[in-house]
């Protein structure tokens, strides 16, 4: 799989040369949720859907890395709400927190369902889209 046709999701992996200032290395560093970042992964989700949408499995590299970051986010938000952890998601309300996680967890599921919910179904939309 080229990368670079789904730079936003790779670049978010630690370890890969752009990831400082991606989406996740903001959110594990410093507890920033960056909008701009979380919407150029979601659209490089959404894309990835639409790609893969009629086929019968998704490009293995590209599953390991969708997959590799949502177990990283998604422990990241169990340890937002643990009392005993020390991390926190500084700038999002307990709402939007809840309604970012849904899109992202959303958009995740269609990469490998090929069903993407529109735009208006929600009231967080992406921008890009």
Known sequence: MNSSMFENIFRNLP????????FYEQL???GRWDAKEFWMLHL???????KFKN????????ALGIVTLQSKIARLFIA???ERDAFKIINLSEENLYAFKERFDLAVIGVFSGEVLS?????LVNPLL
């Open 15 to 22: 370890g890969n040369v752009n990831w400082e200032g991606s």
């Open 28 to 30: 594990t560093e410093f």
């Open 44 to 50: 490089d989700l959404i894309n990835a859907a639409d």
């Open 55 to 62: 086929f019968d499995s998704v490009d293995k590299e590209l």
């Open 80 to 82: 937002h709400f643990n």
């Open 119 to 123: 735009e208006d179904s929600f009231d």
